[in-house]
């Protein structure tokens, strides 16, 4: 028998397709939460599915001073301790500078070649793969449609001028969908807020909206995130550096630990009050 609410939605969907006052398929999606046929997680994701569309790959590509990379000339010896120290199974391989990169080596390829003897004389190139390139301006669904065609996880973004400005991978694109993707060699997660002796809080990134109303009383809301690391982001604009601070409804927010794609803990402490304190405001220092 088929389910009420499946049949519901697979209306509505028919009736964005055959509608001539042609409603945004968002409208479509919100409708459908709002009647309770599509649950709230499936909705968010459809609706970052379809934001894929508009953003471009610059926007949460790893940048180019941060990308692990070796040189043509870089021995097998060499790119095993680099892929073991960084912790990434896909090396991008240049020659002379970041600008040019020719190639990009796989984990996979090396580990055979090591258990060999007298393999570290096999030359670089002989294991290296041409990278995928394409441009910054990229939309993150064509990049999306890009790795599942060509069967590739990881691409060199380049600027309006032919240089490497970033490095994107699938992990990143789908992180953009379902959040933040971990294996069994991530460091364990913090927990999510710690209670600090000095009237504060250490508050993990990843936490909640609604897990700061719940536990700690302060209610921060967007149309757009749902964690207090992408609430602070959209706040700022941008990632935050370690050690800003923001001023928020009574409270100070400091970015303890952020990196270039997102901000990992914040520090929360009641902010004193002054008669010139908007609650509904907020500023960084």
């Known amino acids: ?113 090591l258990l060999k003897p007298h393999s570290t004389a096999t030359p670089l190139t002989e294991l290296m793969h041409p990278p995928l390139l394409v441009p910054e301006t990229k939309s993150i669904k064509s990049m999306l449609l890009d790795f599942q065609m060509k069967k590739m996880h990881l691409a060199i973004a380049l600027d309006e001028y032919g240089g490497t400005s970033g490095l994107i991978t699938l992990e990143d694109v789908l992180e953009e969908i379902v959040g933040e993707i971990e294996d069994e060699y991530d460091p364990p997660k913090p927990r999510e807020i710690t209670v600090l002796e000095d009237e504060g809080w250490l508050v993990s990134g990843r936490a909640l909206l609604e897990e700061l109303k719940h536990q700690l009383d302060i209610e921060l809301s967007s149309d757009f995130v749902e964690t207090l690391g992408g609430y602070l982001i959209e706040l700022a604009g941008r990632i935050p550096a370690t050690g800003e601070t923001f001023q928020i409804k009574g409270y100070s927010f400091q970015i303890k630990e952020a990196d270039v794609k997102q901000i990992h803990s914040v520090l929360i402490f009641p902010a004193p009050r002054t008669t010139d304190d908007n609650p509904d405001t907020a500023q960084s220092d």
Request: hydrophobic share 35%.
């Open 1 to 113: 028998m088929e389910n009420h609410g499946d049949s519901n939605l697979w209306k509505s969907i028919r009736d964005f397709f055959t509608s001539r006052d042609e409603n945004p398929i968002e409208d479509v999606i919100k409708e459908a939460e709002k009647d309770g046929d599509l649950g709230q997680d499936v909705g968010r994701i459809l609706q970052k599915v379809l934001s894929l569309e508009t953003r471009q790959i610059k926007e949460i590509m790893l940048p180019r001073p941060d990308i692990v990379c070796l040189e043509e000339n870089a021995s097998i010896q060499e790119v095993a301790e680099t892929i073991i120290e960084s912790g990434h199974s896909r090396i991008p391989v240049y020659r002379d500078n970041k600008d040019q990169i020719i190639a990009v080596v796989h984990a996979k390829e090396i580990l055979p070649v």
